[in-house]
């Protein structure tokens, strides 16, 4: 049989009020919240979240929809997160969505169902009806990575357009002038590429719409996309990827057609993942704050959990710069 709350208190040696405290995140004594969670440990007690909810109680549980869990930047993301969810009292429901706006109104259905106390919304979340509608119920969501201005809606995200424009910045040092940009379909790639076209024109540099290339979210597009523009004559001497992944898509394209990473083809990619360290040459790449990132969003959307601030709130922190071996001078300045 499973433990029950009669369980708990008598083996904590303590009233089942006290329990209940505790699972509720209520004041109580030190001594007797540590006898209660020595108790839980002990007896493996797992509070029923649809009890709590049936009870119109807080279920002390949060939903996260994110857009891609195979993104190295999106699972770091969501173990972030959920350390930072833990941290604060708090469990974490996660739901992959594959960029699909079907399969984001199915769980955000099924996690209201499971009564849920909050969400958190990840890059990519595409249906602004669904958000508006959470906050038609009053439902506190938060966003991460991603903002929709039309939406009153805390939010926590990177300044992605200074990160594109300091890219291309970057690259421009280097005397690189045909820079192409691969992206996938989402706000944040339209907010880099805005930076980066503002870099080419500040420069004099024409913004040449064909080496602009957007990515259908299949693994392996990235690269033939690349492949692409790189069979052309006149080919990119640099490309700047919106991601790590697409970045490396970017690489294996380059070898397949035999251009030398970075003696012949500079690339750079976004989000500073783990991929970057580890690819061959090792990836220039625009860091976002991941961990401050995480901690914010995840304490915005408990404040308003806890009726602690109606106030909504736009964080936008700055990416950073991390140059290694995957660009170099554009070949024609050599020498």
Known sequence: MKPTIYDVAERAGVSIATVSYVLNNQRVGKKSKEKVLQAMRELNYKPSVLASALTGKPTSTIGFLLPDLANPFVAEMARRVEDRAHERGYNLVICSTDFDPNKEALYTSLLKQKSVDGFILAGGFKSVEIIKELLEEQTPVALLAESHPSTSVNSVKVDDFTGGYEVTSYLLSLGHRRIAVLGEDATSTQDRIRGYKQA???????????????????????????GEML????????????????????ILAAREKKIPVPDDLSIIGFDNTLLSRACDPPLTTMEQPMQDMCSQVVDLLIEEIEGKSDLKKRIIMLPRLIIRQSTGPCPSDKG
């Open 200 to 226: 080419l024109m500040e420069n004099g540099i024409e913004v040449r719409e064909e080496w602009i290339a957007i990515s259908d979210f299949n693994r392996g597009n990235g690269e033939r996309l690349v």
């Open 231 to 250: 069979g052309a004559s006149d080919r990119p001497t640099a490309v700047f990827a919106c991601n790590d992944l697409l970045a490396i898509d970017a």
